[in-house]
């Protein structure tokens, strides 16, 4: 008999910016490649969010209200649960003190706004085993 391989669930991507259109795009970007996308405005936004999944990947900018992105970024590297959790900076911050920053709490990839989709894609497939979903 032949048995159906069940669909694996789509990879769960949280989008933390302060921009709503930067969220969005990001979405349907990531929708249209295979992801699922849950959305937060800020740092405090994304821990409530995180408290109620655990995303693949966080896509996160740095300027931000309430809680910036090197802040929560430094909260989830000093939680045990989420102190492996892929960051990628997505910023319009490019100067190389926040890169390095960024790279020393732990980034996974550093990307300018207006952010390149290919880089962005690339490594996101790079996170699932360099296999990528059908657009």
Known sequence: PIVAEPLPEKPLILV??????????????????????????????????????????????????????????????????????????ITSRIADRHRERAQQLGVLAYLGKPFDEGALLTSLAGLRGGTQLAA
């Open 16 to 89: 933390v910016d302060d921009s709503l259109t930067v969220r969005r795009a990001s979405q349907r970007l990531l929708e249209r490649h295979g992801y699922s996308v849950t959305l937060a405005r800020d740092g405090i936004e994304a821990l409530d969010r995180l408290s109620e999944c655990t995303p693949v990947a966080v896509l996160l900018d740095i300027e931000m209200p309430r809680m910036d992105g090197f802040e929560l970024l430094a909260t989830l590297r000093a939680d045990p649960r989420l102190s492996t959790l892929p960051v990628l900076m």
